[in-house]
């Protein structure tokens, strides 16, 4: 894993030299206040806890994720500096990993500053901690879920609004899988075992129990393991077409 | 160090390199001409391990670009066509980061970001934005970057494109001077480069290995070499080319410009580049001829180039 650290740091440190960086932490910030208190009618739900918080997050990751991830690959064709790139002396698995990993911290470090939510339940009333911890550690696997599918999506052109659309399609096709009103016509369609492995491919019905406070490990491995996959299927799109 | 073996890459039904091979040995500068789409870049980009060949393979110091690619990147500085860099960052949080990816770290990694910002004569740019560099500037960023790990082998394409005079003959006489202990290999289309540089050149054309030899080998093969053209005070300049066509060892005499100021011009072409600088002398005395100009030409590389790059 030569090489891991720079790259990572590099990447990492590229969101803050625009304002982009800010102008995506504030947009995030706000949709997910503002979800949570005019959408999810926080208040009339009498509950202090960080449910109807963790609500939105497929929805709003729909959007805000591929945002983040879709220059990933794409502004490195376009400048050419992927030639730079992949012709040092690193492996392509560690630039892929170093890349998505300094794209997920970013996304973690906007969803760490939503940590007043916290306080604020604490405040209001007695918060079981568990969930929030549970909430936390889902919404930010299924972050890391969205981010490897747009790293893909972003490997395969040079022009980043195709890369966004594209991640944005497939995820939305992973979030309405799990869709409570999509598994009522699949259910009147299929028999029950079928509709139910449907709804297992779906983001949001692994991430439900998580933002419950169940931590069930096959939710952590689905999460895991479409990181995985993703990022194995982002080394081979690269490998088999550094230049477009 | 580097040695090239029957490479081939083929795009869909487009042969860019087809079946190319040959060596580069240590503290040689081997200048690689071609026309644009001759395959010059492909085939560097091989060599570099950025695209995987169709067939065949190249060693670089002793490593197989197929085996090991992450030792074969290793031993090389690699400055690709369009010179990328990062434009977001300064000059020398460039350098450093190509630094740090290449295992340089502390104390040794500013000092040989320190020697090539030298270099490459960046050091007044240091702290400036890529974005807002010239041109030239960022190419020389991007030079520095693959002078930085002090490989045994660069990979440059094109490394003077773009550049306005001074900053190519700066940037040749660079090149010159490390070339010493190092094995080069650089692309170009400009030919007074290769004369200027090279100590070997191979012509590509179409994917394949047109020319292969030194600048001046190269020279002997121009119609022009051993030419010489000749300027004289004459009023009847018909009749001296028919007297010049005489002269031993002459191929061809082409008249090139009679009657202004009462001069003549001539080309005279050897007999297969033979020297006829003596008979010419002799002529010009035995006739005594006022001589305005004379000099004997090396060799034309543009018509080298022309003539092997065109009948393929």
């Known amino acids: ?244 | 160090m580097i040695q090239v073996d029957k490479l081939s890459k083929v795009f869909g039904s487009y042969r860019a390199v087809d079946d190319i091979s040959f060596e580069v040995g240590q503290g040689e500068i081997l200048g690689f001409l071609g026309p644009n789409g001759a395959g010059k870049s492909t085939t560097m980009k091989m060599i570099t391990c950025f695209l995987p060949p169709t067939s065949g393979t190249a060693k670089v110091c002793g490593y197989d670009i197929l085996e090991n690619s992450i030792q074969v990147r290793e031993n090389i500085g690699y400055l690709p066509e369009s010179a990328p860099s990062y434009h977001e960052m300064l000059v020398e949080e460039f350098l450093r980061f190509t630094g740090e990816v290449r295992g340089l770290s502390g104390n040794d990694l500013q000092k040989h970001v320190d020697r090539v910002l030298e270099q490459t004569a960046l050091q007044d740019v240091k702290d400036q934005l890529i974005d807002t560099l010239s041109k030239g500037y960022r190419q020389r960023t991007c030079l520095a970057q693959s002078l930085l790990s002090d490989p045994p082998v660069l990979i440059l394409d094109e490394p003077t494109d773009g550049l306005d005079p001074n900053q190519k003959h700066e940037v040749r006489t660079l090149i010159k001077r490390i070339s010493e202990k190092r094995t080069i290999l650089v692309s170009t289309h400009i030919l007074e480069e290769v004369e200027a540089v090279c100590s070997r050149a191979i012509i590509i054309a179409k994917g394949k290995i047109v020319a292969d030899g030194t600048p001046n080998q190269l020279l002997a093969r121009s119609s022009y070499h051993n030419a010489i053209s000749l300027r004289v005070k004459s009023l009847e300049s018909e009749s001296l080319l028919a007297k010049l066509q005489q002269i031993a060892n002459v191929q061809t005499v082409q008249l090139l410009d009679a009657g202004k100021n009462d001069t003549a011009s001539f080309q005279l072409f050897p007999q297969q580049g033979k020297s006829i600088l003596n008979e010419v002398e002799q002529f010009i005395q035995n006739e005594r001829l006022h001589v305005e100009q004379l000099y004997s030409e090396k060799g034309r590389l543009d018509e080298v180039f022309r003539k092997v790059t065109l009948n393929v």
């Open chain 1, 1 to 244: 894993m030569k090489g891991l650290m720079p790259i990572f740091k590099r990447e990492l440190r590229a969101y803050f030299y625009s304002p982009v960086a800010y102008v995506f932490i504030i947009i995030f910030l706000v949709s997910n206040v503002g979800c949570t208190f005019l959408l999810g009618n926080f208040y009339r739900a009498n509950q202090a806890s960080l449910e109807t918080f963790f609500l939105f997050h497929p929805w709003l990751y729909l959007i805000l994720i591929p945002a983040v991830g879709m220059r990933l690959w794409s502004e490195e064709r376009r400048s050419g500096t992927v030639e730079l790139l992949l012709t040092f002396p690193v492996t392509l698995t560690t630039v892929v990993m170093s890349k998505f990993l300094a794209a997920w911290t970013f996304i973690a470090i906007a969803l760490f500053l939503t940590f007043p939510m916290i306080f604020t339940v604490h405040y209001l009333g007695d918060a079981d901690n568990g969930p929030i911890i549970s909430g936390y550690l889902g919404s930010l696997l299924m972050a890391g879920a969205y981010l490897a599918i747009t790293s893909c999506t972003s490997a395969l052109t040079k022009n980043q609004v195709i890369s966004f659309i594209l991640s944005v399609v497939i995820c939305l096709v992973l979030v309405l899988l799990g869709w409570g009103v999509l598994s009522n016509i699949l259910n009147s369609w299929f028999p029950v075992w079928i509709s139910d492995l449907i709804a297992q491919f779906s983001f949001t019905t692994h991430f439900n129990a998580l933002r419950r406070g169940v931590v069930d490990l096959r939710d952590l491995i689905y999460f895991a393991s479409v990181i995985v996959f993703m990022l194995m299927v982002n080394v081979v799109i690269l490998d088999s077409h550094k230049a477009l």
